[in-house]
């Protein structure tokens, strides 16, 4: 059964995370986006407007048009007598396409904003560690995971390098996409020393070891999960 058949399912529960300060266009977007990277939408799954709209309690509207920006964003894609489709990342694009393009900008922009970065700045780099911190004793991954983006957003926006800025927010849904997925077999708390050391590091300006210190962050490997079958044949 899909999700978007599931009456007062998981679309539900997401909706009721959404901040209603928000347009109810985003809204929708805000609970579409978090259901797919969260993995609550599998990959070839459809998104049936009409579904969507009775279970969220909107019009076909506000749902069409997060549907498309949703496919700007690369998370889903359209087809003719389909409708949307949720797009996978596969483990290849991730380990040979989306780590290496994030480590190329974030190794350019840590350097460059080692120059420019200051005590207030570091200060806010410390409360998303904090942030984290509270996250992970409370289990949760999804606020762990947007400390995680904040972070790498402060020290990238402090690089003077705004074309960089825009590069990597463009790929913002699959970076955040990756970081559920490997958080997920993670131990949440190895997560936040991560941080705390990348802070740490970026305190002493040096950017050999900032830069060491940030490809072993960035470089991660694939998560292993367990097959079905193998578990299986144990019981």
Known sequence: MTAAR???????????A????SSRRQQVVETLRHAIISGRYEPGERLIEASISRELGTSRGPVREALRQLEHEGLVMSFPYRGAVVLGVSEEEVQQVLI???????RFSFAKALEL???ADFAELGKQVWLMEEAAKAG?????????????EIVLSKSGRPHTVQVWRSIWPRI?????????????SEIVEEHRELLAALQTRDPELVLGLLEQHIAVT?????QPAAAARRR
């Open 100 to 106: 290496p393009i994030r480590l190329t900008l974030e």
């Open 117 to 119: 970065i200051t005590e």
């Open 6 to 16: 599931q009456p007062g399912g998981r679309l539900a529960d997401e909706d009721a």
């Open 18 to 21: 959404v901040p209603r300060t």
């Open 176 to 188: 955040r996409g990756y970081f559920y997925r490997y958080g997920r077999h993670r131990e949440l």
């Open 140 to 152: 949760d991954l999804q606020r762990i995971v947007e400390a995680d983006l904040r972070f790498h």
């Open 222 to 226: 694939s998560p292993v999960v367990e």
